[in-house]
């Protein structure tokens, strides 16, 4: 089972209280106060499919349950798909803060949210991938670098005009390596 946060924002003590106690969908032991704000520290992540076949063209396949979301997924060429580094969900793994980007030589010693590092306190994955083929529950698409058996998060169509900046700044090193 994978876990991601939820935020919810209050002006006071007892603001929170009373949201704590009203929120019967939510286990008020996840609750925290953090002054203005008050996060459910977990809640629930469903995955949709697996990597079935990892490799230069990929097969994700997606869970019978999800299915009917595909609709017209195919009129796209390119998808967003995120996934979880299933083989990096341990504590050590998940506890690392401070990397050295490994696939960029020459990289400074960074934030792990600074890097594209599979060690993370929530292992997860993004990648943009051509959509190759589409047959039934089962997508082939190019350039995931995801791993075989990697549990799949979700699928979005990449939209040029929302995903693409022109102007972004990055660092120098981040031209060394490969693009991921």
């Known amino acids: 089972m994978a876990f991601i946060s939820f935020a919810c924002f209050v002006k006071t003590e007892s603001e929170f209280l009373g949201f704590a106690t009203s929120a019967t969908h939510f286990s008020t032991s996840l609750l925290l106060y953090y002054g203005e704000v008050c996060l459910i520290k977990e809640g629930k992540l469903k ?67 600074a890097s594209r590092s599979p060690s993370r306190p929530n292992p997860i994955g993004l990648c943009v991938t051509e959509l190759v083929e589409m047959e039934e529950c089962t997508l082939t698409v190019k350039g995931l670098d995801a791993l075989q058996n990697s549990p799949i998060i979700d699928i979005k169509p990449y939209l040029p005009r929302a995903d693409r900046i022109p102007k972004a700044r990055v660092p120098r090193w981040t031209s060394r390596g490969p693009p991921t």
């Open 47 to 113: 995955f949709i499919g697996l990597v079935v076949d990892a490799g230069e063209s990929s097969k994700v396949k997606v869970f019978p349950e999800f299915c009917a979301g595909l609709q017209r997924l195919n009129d796209f060429s390119h998808v967003i798909i995120l996934y979880w580094f299933h083989l990096r969900d341990n504590e050590k793994e998940r506890s690392v803060l401070k990397v050295t980007p490994k696939r960029h030589p020459g990289a400074p010693q960074v934030g792990v949210f």
